[in-house]
């Protein structure tokens, strides 16, 4: 299987900050990776698929780019509604491994 | 709006029985793939199973490969996950979520079914 490795596991920023999250492939998996967040107690919610096409609604201070084997996202000036656990997917297979999860936090 | 309810999760003990539904509404159910994901308490997201559309095609994590069943029934716009020989790594919240036709991703999913193996 596909393993996907994310880091870091949590990551504490101030507001307004810029936030990367990257997330590194076993095996080249072109561009199918997928991120979701996932607030306490929440169902997960998709942000980005194929590595960097925005979701529908999704604001547009998260962005998502790489290929390959190294991934990253990116919310550009971090919100108080940003804290959250964040999740890559890979879907290149069809065993849809994730990330362990970055945990982000504020200062 | 699409929902998707999970249900049948409970306290069980080691070595039981237990199968998920997950009720589907508000789209077309027959026409999309529909994915279980687990994930242990204070854990994180573990993908367990994907069902094609007309269910003929199954796809399982290593993990619970023999003891775990997805299947659906389309008729009834239901998704079902029947879980054999109960272990305590099985606790976790159970999701379902739908596959999108668009991005091949998971774009709605249920609150969770919460199944607690424990004697």
């Known amino acids: 299987d596909i393993q996907m490795t994310q880091s870091p596991s949590t990551l504490s920023a101030s507001i307004g900050d810029r936030v990367t999250i990257s997330c590194r492939a076993s095996q080249t998996i072109s561009s199918w990776v997928a991120w979701y967040q996932q607030k306490p107690g929440k169902a997960p919610k998709l942000l980005i698929y194929?590595?960097?096409s925005l979701e529908s609604g999704v604001p547009s201070r998260f962005s998502g780019s790489g290929s390959g084997t190294e991934f990253t996202l990116n919310i550009s000036s971090l919100q108080p509604d940003d804290v959250a656990t964040y999740y890559c997917?890979?879907?290149?297979?069809?065993?849809?491994?994730f990330g362990q999860g970055t945990r982000v936090e504020t200062k | 709006q699409v929902q998707l309810v999970e249900s049948g999760g409970g306290v069980v003990q080691p070595g039981r029985s237990l199968r998920l539904s997950c009720a589907a509404s508000e789209f077309t159910f027959r026409v999309y793939a529909m994915n279980w994901v687990r994930q242990a308490p204070g854990k994180g997201l573990e993908w367990v199973a994907s069902?094609?559309?007309?269910?003929?095609?199954?796809f399982y994590a290593d993990s619970v490969r023999g003891r775990f069943t997805i299947s659906r029934d389309n008729s009834r716009n239901t998704l079902y996950l029947q879980i054999d020989s109960l272990r305590p790594d099985d606790t976790a919240v159970y999701y379902c979520?739908?596959?999108?036709?668009?991005?091949?991703?998971?774009?709605?999913w249920g609150q969770g079914t919460l199944v607690t193996v424990s004697s």
């Open positions: 979520a739908r596959g999108s036709i668009r991005t091949a991703c998971f774009d709605y």
């Open positions: 069902v094609s559309s007309d269910g003929r095609k199954e």
């Open positions: 194929k590595a960097s």
């Open positions: 997917q890979q879907y290149n297979s069809e065993s849809r491994t």
